[in-house]
T-cell receptor, first 113, second 115 residues
Framework: DTAVSQTPKYLVTQMGNDKSIKCEQN?????MYWYKQDSKKFLKIMFS???????INETVPNRFSPKSPDKAHLNLHINSLELGDSAVYFC????????????FGPGTRLTVT | AQSVTQLGSHVSVSEGALVLLRCNYS??????LFWYVQYPNQGLQLLLK??????LVKGINGFEAEFKKSETSFHLTKPSAHMSDAAEYFC?????????????FGTGTRLTVIP
């Protein structure tokens, strides 16, 4: 009964391809997030999304797009993959209440060759 | 804009010794501060958070942190290190109290515990 799950755990692909990473949470949370952790372990928010608004970090290329089929899922689509996209991507979720804890998934390690 | 700076990308302590991980914040409005821990090949787990209720915050696994406005600091401490504390620790800040709490993370500190 994993709280926040991501698939796949590892993803190896070639430059130029389009790929998706799936995220699901069974905590009944209202808000979900995507973070990127680079090779130096630096974590950066990419998106936050609830049923009312999508907040996009302005530094994220428009090749990245979140898609939410329902409250429990927030998938990450990446078009035209580049070498610099190689990183670990974390999904997280929280309640839309004041300063609630974010629960993180186990991460997806994306390698672009 | 808000940010955090973690001094020391790598800290080593002996088992049983004091753990001190440093975090300084920068924010033009009152910040809310967090410490997260990441064990190898896992996601992040919340250790503790400061939400302005009390300046000394106690978290899980014996960790605590003190918010010092005058020093713009939120250092993480534990009196006695255990081998199981070896992990990556991240300080984070947000100024958003409502809605999506976008966290801005520091660069992390890797804690090594020497037997």
């Amino acid at each position: 009964d994993t709280a926040v799950s991501q698939t796949p755990k590892y993803l190896v692909t070639q430059m130029g391809n389009d790929k998706s990473i799936k995220c699901e949470q069974n905590l009944g949370h209202d808000t979900m997030y995507w973070y990127k952790q680079d090779s130096k372990k630096f974590l950066k928010i990419m998106f936050s999304y609830n049923n009312k608004e999508l907040i996009i970090n302005e530094t994220v290329p428009n090749r990245f797009s979140p898609k939410s089929p329902d409250k429990a899922h927030l998938n990450l689509h990446i078009n035209s993959l580049e070498l610099g996209d190689s990183a670990v991507y974390f999904c997280a979720s929280s309640q839309v209440v004041s300063l609630s804890e974010q629960y993180f998934g186990p991460g997806t390690r994306l390698t672009v060759t | 804009a808000q940010s955090v700076t973690q001094l020391g990308s790598h800290v080593s302590v002996s088992e049983g010794a004091l753990v001190l991980l440093r975090c300084n914040y920068s924010s033009s409005v009152p910040p809310y501060l967090f410490w997260y821990v990441q064990y190898p090949n896992q996601g992040l787990q919340l250790l503790l958070k400061y939400t302005s209720a009390a300046t000394l915050v106690k978290g899980i696994n014996g960790f605590e942190a003190e918010f010092k406005k005058s020093e713009t600091s939120f250092h993480l401490t534990k009196p006695s290190a255990h081998m199981s504390d070896a992990a990556e620790y991240f300080c984070a800040v947000t100024t958003s109290q409502t809605g999506a709490n976008n966290l801005f993370f520091g660069t992390g500190t890797r804690l090594t515990v020497i037997p």
